[in-house]
Every structure is written in structure tokens, then in C-alpha cells.
């Protein structure tokens, strides 16, 4: 079963069993797939859902230090709600370890030694934690390691 079947399975009994919150975050995460496939001109394989998927929890994720900011504990637990949610159907997220050991794998393969060389490192490692961990912190890995 692809992700998108799955998606809308798991659409239908969210309908049955009327859980609105889960209908909602679906729908959305439905709608964006929708969307990408028009700009795309075709179907999306689960790669390309991934991507959209970790994108739509990304958005959540920023958008709930601002909340906070603003004191609005309301909407931050639904969005709480709806990363947990998300991440049901995104592979499992690397640990800060598993990213550090494949950031270095990566560094290695490319010969990279400064962060001048973050250029070589970035098409090597990017496809091995795309969807499976957060850019920001691959990316203060990456950074960390290469200043060492």
C-alpha cells in the first residue's frame, strides 16, 4: 500500500469514527500533495509524499515558537496535535547520534576537511537523512564537524 492509499484509508475511518482532528490534518497534508502533483504534472511516488509530509510537520514545528510568543497555548497544542499526527506517516526520525555518524560517513566520502567544503558534503549526506531528520540539525552537525 503507497502512502497516498494509505492517506486516504486512513481518511475514511477518521471519517467513520468521527475524529475531526485527524479528518482535518489529512485533509491538508491531502490537499498539499494535490497541489505539488498539479505543479508537478504528475503523480507523486512516496519520496515526493515524504517531502511534503515532513514540509507540512516543518511548518508546525516554526510556526510554534510564535504562538508561544504570543501566549496562545490554545492553538499550540492543536498544533502539537497535528505534528503527532503527521508523523505517523514520516519514516522515524534519526537521532542526533545516528545524524552525527552518518555526517561524518558523509564527510569522509566527499574529502571535505573546512566549512568551506560544506558544498561537497551537502549532495553526498542530503540523501541519506532526507525525510528522517531535521535540516536544521543536520546542518549544525555538518557545521560543528567541519570546524573541528
Known amino acids: 500500500m503507497t502512502l497516498k492509499e494509505r492517506l486516504q484509508e486512513d481518511l475514511k475511518t477518521a471519517m467513520k469514527s468521527k475524529d475531526q482532528m485527524k479528518l482535518s490534518v489529512i485533509r491538508l497534508a491531502k490537499a498539499a500533495i494535490t497541489n505539488l ?36 497555548t490554545d492553538i499550540i497544542e492543536n ?25 561524518r560517513a558523509a564527510i569522509a566520502e566527499s574529502g571535505a576537511s573546512t566549512k568551506k567544503d560544506l558544498g561537497k558534503v551537502m549532495p553526498v549526506l542530503m540523501p541519506k537523512v532526507k525525510g528522517r531528520a531535521d535540516g536544521k540539525l543536520v546542518n549544525r552537525i555538518v557545521n560543528s564537524l567541519l570546524s573541528e
Open 79 to 103: 498544533l502539537r496535535k497535528e505534528i503527532k499526527i503527521l508523523q505517523e506517516y514520516l519514516p522515524t526520525q534519526l537521532t542526533e547520534d545516528e545524524v552525527r555518524e552518518i555526517v
Open 37 to 72: 502533483e498539479i505543479a508537478k504534472g504528475h503523480d507523486l511516488n512516496d519520496g515526493e509524499v515524504i517531502e511534503v509530509l515532513a514540509r507540512e510537520t516543518k511548518q508546525r514545528n516554526d510556526a510554534i515558537p510564535e504562538y508561544e510568543k504570543a501566549g496562545r
